[in-house]
């Protein structure tokens, strides 16, 4: 089995799984907490009055500060402070912090305190925090973690912490993160740079705030009463609607360190000259490429071949020290190890295409929609890299619908070697209708990445069944997959051994059917990329069909559901986000028991608007129950202000899917 992951190897993205968390903090015992000397800014945060919260909040924070200071040698000094109040149970893990470091980053001090309700203090020092690495196996770097407990984290009571890091950036910008997921009472930045150096600033989702001017060089921006981000459901990626500001320093004239990064347009030209010399190609690469294109008629099935090699011989490992979080390996250490992370498989493949007379180039991009922001020029918020790839004379790109059209270099195929199960023509969901810096020899430009149409991503179901006299349905129902419908069950097959993938498939039986007896299931095209993904699956499900007096009521829509609850709140604020734009089709025929008849049928339907569509109609062809319906969802997001009417959309399409046909014995 292959290995499929997403990478988030560029290294200035610094998150650690909540798993992780959760399992480390739950091996976390708080030694008897000491009684401690609570600093003054700690008390004088715990002693403020609040005004009055939601009566879910889990808690407040009262004061999250940042001192950074910039010294002329380009290293950065920054003192965090936080203080929370912790309102409800739910709060306690308030009281886990987690604080990253590595060789870059060194962390001076770390230490945390309480102040229970009835006045006692706690201390809790960093000997006492159990440090971590936030990755598997399959992910090397110097990235560690320190995990602090501290004591006495219950409702009612202060909390806080208080840590320094010393680092020598590649790149001289920051962010100020200061909305959350609970309220913030008072939020600071303080900026001390060296004579000489100047700053910028990019606001994002909140007001600006001006800065104030504070002794010799120094700034601070203050925040008070910052409102949560609640939770809507199908919202966004958090990073892409919390209220923050990036900031730039720099001296006047040249920048010695990380490049210039005022412009997209710089920002690539750095990248481009990190990886300037990573894609010299080998005899070894040769002679592999010679191998795997040996049998190729087409320029377009020599691409194929390679794109394959890369996605599924080189494994998936990161080893990322220092520079590394930004920079490939060269492409024969990657070719001979058969392993690295996103950048490396791109870098390899592209040195292979080159060889064959096909270029390509490098794109950052983020794998969570809408957290780059145009107007910010940085390459701290990118996560991943992929490739596009330049047609060549002879290349035919017809069925490759992962396209852009750029206005100097043409048309530009986007793939994700990385992605095991998305096959070349095609993009995975959470890099459709993003955004990506494509990076050239003449610097970078920020591109728009497609949407792929619906009739890329493919579900079609139909179900040959048969009703007894007891309202038994037994039968077949296939499935056929392309696109992002495939790949999503093909992941959702592989990750498990084949022995499991019975339960799997019962499982997803389960979804639409209860009652029912699993008789088997078949899988065809499991592991490959391009061909479609079929399944077969067969059951009984015992009193399908339910008696009213002489009548009997089936629901002629047998399996799958497309309809979603939930998804208006009061005063939503957020967009809908789909996955996906598709195109689904369900045609499920029940042969009816002898001597039974149709009485009754629901209704037809037809919806449509702008972003999504649905058609439905049951007929009675002979003895045949016949019911065929058509989902489109056009669009991956759907505005705040049209949540309602899409809401009111699915409502309609839960009382399809409910609908029953009455049948009845025929007169004698």
């Known amino acids: 089995m292959t290995n499929k992951r997403r990478c988030s190897s560029l290294r200035p993205l610094r998150a650690i799984s909540l798993s992780v968390v959760a399992a480390v903090a739950g091996l976390l015992l708080a030694s008897p907490p000491a009684h401690a000397g609570t600093p003054d800014w700690l008390r004088s945060a ?30 950065i000094v920054t003192l965090y402070r936080r203080a929370y109040r912790i309102l409800r149970t739910e709060g306690r893990e308030l009281g886990t912090v987690v604080v990253y470091f590595d060789k870059e980053t060194r962390l001076n001090r770390l230490i945390g305190w309480s102040i229970t309700a009835d006045g006692k203090d706690y201390e809790s020092k960093e000997k006492e925090a159990v440090e971590t690495s936030p990755y598997t196996s399959s992910f090397y770097e110097d990235t560690r973690y320190k995990i602090l407990k501290i004591p006495a984290s219950e409702p009612g009571n202060v909390v806080g912490y208080e840590y320094e890091q010393k680092r020598r950036p590649t790149i001289l910008q920051d962010g100020w993160g200061f909305q959350n997921r609970i309220p913030v009472r008072r939020a600071r930045l303080t900026l001390q740079l060296p004579q000489g150096w ?39 990626a958090w990073q892409a609607v919390a209220g923050g500001m990036a900031v730039s320093y720099f001296p006047r004239g040249p ?22 010399d990573r894609r010299a190609v ?26 394959v090699f890369v996605q ?30 996103c950048k490396d498989k791109v870098t390899l493949l592209s040195a292979m295409l080159q060889e064959i007379g096909v270029k390509s180039d490098y794109i950052l991009v983020q794998t969570r929609r809408g957290v780059v922001s145009p107007e910010f020029p940085t390459a701290r918020e990118f996560n991943h890299v992929i490739l596009a790839i330049r047609p060549a004379p002879g290349f035919d790109d017809k069925d490759l619908y992962a396209q852009v059209m750029h206005p100097r270099l043409g048309k530009l195929i986007i793939f994700d070697p990385t992605d095991s199960t998305t096959p070349l023509g095609y993009l995975p969901p959470t890099l459709q209708s993003n955004r990506g810096l494509l990076v050239t020899e003449e610097g970078g430009d920020l591109i728009e990445l497609p949407l792929l149409p619906p009739a890329t991503n493919r579900l079609t179901r139909s179900g040959k069944l048969q009703l007894d006299p007891y309202g038994n349905l037994s039968g077949e129902i296939t499935e056929v997959r392309s696109g992002a419908p495939a790949v999503e069950r093909r992941d959702r097959l592989l990750a498990v051994a084949a022995s499991e993938r019975t339960k799997v498939m019962e499982h997803i039986l389960s979804g639409s059917l209860v009652g029912f007896r699993f008789l088997g299931a078949t899988v065809d095209n499991l592991t490959g990329t391009d061909a479609q993904l079929t399944t077969r699956f067969r059951f009984t499900a015992d ?3 339910q008696t009213a007096g002489e009548l009997v009521l089936v629901r002629p829509r047998v ?32 042969a009816l028991p002898i001597g039974y008849i149709v009485d009754e049928l629901p209704p037809p339907v037809e919806l449509n608007a702008p972003f999504y569509s649905y ?35 699915y409502r309609q399409v839960a009382a399809d899917e409910r609908g029953s046909a009455v049948i009845k014995r025929s007169a004698p």
């Open 615 to 649: 058609r439905s109609k049951a007929e009675v062809i002979g003895n045949v129950l016949r019911y065929q319906r058509t989902y489109e969802m056009r669009t991956v997001e759907v505005p705040a202000g049209k949540v309602l009417d899409l809401e009111k959309f």
């Open 559 to 590: 399996f799958g559901v497309k309809s979603q609850t939930g998804l208006q709140v009061k005063d939503r604020k957020y967009p809908v986000e789909m996955d996906y734009a598709s195109v689904e089709t369900d045609v499920y025929e029940i």
């Open 46 to 75: 715990a002693s403020q009055q609040l005004p009055e919260y939601d009566k879910d909040t889990t808690g407040v924070i009262l004061l999250d500060e940042q001192f950074t200071t910039v010294k002329d040698n380009g290293e």
């Open 255 to 276: 920048v010695q360190t990380g490049g210039n990064q005022d412009s997209w347009k710089e920002v690539g030209r750095w990248y481009a000259q990190l990886t300037a």
């Open 198 to 236: 100047e700053f910028k600033t990019f606001w994002r989702h909140y007001p600006e705030k001006q800065a104030r001017a504070s002794g010799s060089n120094q700034w601070i921006w203050e925040l008070e009463n910052i409102p949560p981000v609640e939770h809507e459901p199908f919202m966004p």
């Open 543 to 545: 009193h399908y069909a």
């Open 282 to 307: 080998t005899p070894q690469i040769k002679q592999k490429i010679v191998e795997l294109t040996a049998s190729a008629s087409t320029l377009t099935d020599k691409v194929r071949a390679l794109t």
């Open 312 to 341: 599924k011989e080189v494994r998936y490992v990161a080893i990322e020290i220092g520079i590394g979080g930004y920079q490939p390996h060269l492409a024969s250490d990657i070719f001979v190890n058969r392993y690295g992370d």
